[in-house]
């Protein structure tokens, strides 16, 4: 079993930087690929951000590529999500997810945490 829990997020203003952190519980969390996922109002949830179980691969969605920077700490058993240069569309919950498996797809997926709320404001 894998628990994980996002803390980091809040107000900013647009142009502005947060960092998302997810703490996991459990014995086996160097095994997992992990990601972001986010939800707006009124919108699906949408993949954002991943890495590999090793850290050596990440993937990103168009909209925030260049921008936000997945990353781990296997010691730690931490995930982060830096997001630079906001913009106000990327207000959205953010969820933490970890999969066993080789795609993003939300069925993939095996844990979701809470979601930590982010907003950017204009």
């Known amino acids: 079993q894998v628990q994980l829990v996002e803390s980091g997020g809040g107000l900013v203003q647009a142009g502005g930087s947060l960092r998302l952190s997810c703490a996991a519980s459990?014995?086996?969390?160097?095994?997992?690929?992990m990601g972001w996922f986010r939800q707006a109002p009124g919108k699906e949830r949408e993949f954002v951000a991943g890495?590999?179980?090793?850290?050596?691969?990440?993937y990103y969605a168009d909209s925030v590529k260049g921008r936000f920077t997945i990353s781990r700490d296997n010691a730690k058993n931490t995930v982060y999500l830096q997001m630079n240069s906001l913009k106000p569309e990327d207000t959205a919950v953010y969820y933490c997810?970890?999969?066993?498996?080789?795609?993003?797809?939300?069925?993939?997926?095996?844990?979701w945490g809470k979601g930590t709320l982010v907003t950017v404001s204009s």
């Open positions: 890495i590999s179980w090793s850290g050596g691969n990440t």
């Open positions: 459990g014995r086996t969390f160097s095994w997992y690929a």
């Open positions: 997810a970890a999969t066993y498996g080789s795609t993003w797809r939300l069925e993939s997926i095996n844990y």
